[in-house]
T-cell receptor
Framework: DAGVIQSPRHEVTEMGQEVTLRCKPI?????LFWYRQTMMRGLELLIY????????DSGMPEDRFSAKMPNASFSTLKIQPSEPRDSAVYFC?????????????FGPGTRLTVT | AQSVAQPEDQVNVAEGNPLTVKCTYS??????LFWYVQYPNRGLQFLLK??????LVKGSYGFEAEFNKSQTSFHLKKPSALVSDSALYFC???????????FGKGTRLHILP
């Protein structure tokens, strides 16, 4: 299994530009999570989906952030317009909600720098 | 509300010595407990979990953790530390009726040669 795949791995953009981060969960997993990690705030849950439906987006910082999951194998996190304070590492994680499999598996992350 | 606390920002241990990374939690109902490790510039890797059964659970890389219900703790342990164990360790908890896993702030483990 290839694990959770995220792209791009690094993104450098200027303030005001649109940024789109992509995630492909592990095949067969039906829950997907977007996290943001910074030194100041640690690991924050932004939003999670179950069976492609957004369940809880209370962690999304503001309206500039949006996430979609059009199908079971793809999700995007979009920031428009981006700001320097959005600089962070963004992780996607997936989980199969079946049996005793309760753990999440994380992708390698996208390091976003907004200048 | 669910919460998890890792009281130590950093733990230093000499190579070959036993290590403990502390974690306490608060949930409604029975807890599902997890430990993850993060190496530099990498995503979080699952180490081990407690769902039910034996209080001592074993995981990857020789790590184990002990679930203590009365103390609401789930400390991570290893009998003999390796320099390669140096990393950031996250404890996480989920209530049995919850969907979300809540992560602690992480503990940086330094194994000194």
């Amino acid at each position: 299994d290839a694990g959770v795949i995220q792209s791009p791995r690094h993104e450098v953009t200027e303030m005001g530009q649109e940024v789109t981060l992509r995630c492909k969960p592990i095949s067969g997993h039906n829950s997907l999570f977007w996290y943001r990690q910074t030194m100041m705030r640690g690991l924050e849950l932004l939003i999670y989906f179950n069976n492609n439906v957004p369940i809880d987006d209370s962690g999304m910082p503001e309206d500039r952030f949006s996430a979609k999951m059009p199908n079971a194998s793809f999700s995007t996190l979009k920031i428009q317009p981006s700001e320097p304070r959005d600089s962070a590492v963004y992780f996607c994680a997936s989980r199969r909600d079946r049996g005793t499999t309760y753990e999440q598996y994380f992708g390698p992350g996208t390091r976003l720098t907004v200048t | 509300a669910q919460s998890v606390a890792q009281p130590e920002d950093q733990v230093n241990v000499a190579e070959g010595n036993p290590l403990t990374v502390k974690c306490t939690y608060s949930v409604s109902g029975n807890p599902y407990l997890f430990w993850y490790v993060q190496y530099p510039n990498r995503g979080l890797q699952f180490l081990l979990k407690y769902i039910t059964g034996d209080n001592l659970v074993k995981g990857s890389y020789g790590f184990e953790a002990e679930f203590n219900k009365s103390q609401t703790s789930f400390h991570l342990k290893k009998p003999s530390a390796l320099v390669s164990d140096s990393a950031l360790y996250f404890c996480a908890v989920r209530g049995e009726r919850d969907d979300k896993i809540i992560f602690g702030k992480g503990t940086r483990l330094h194994i000194l040669p």
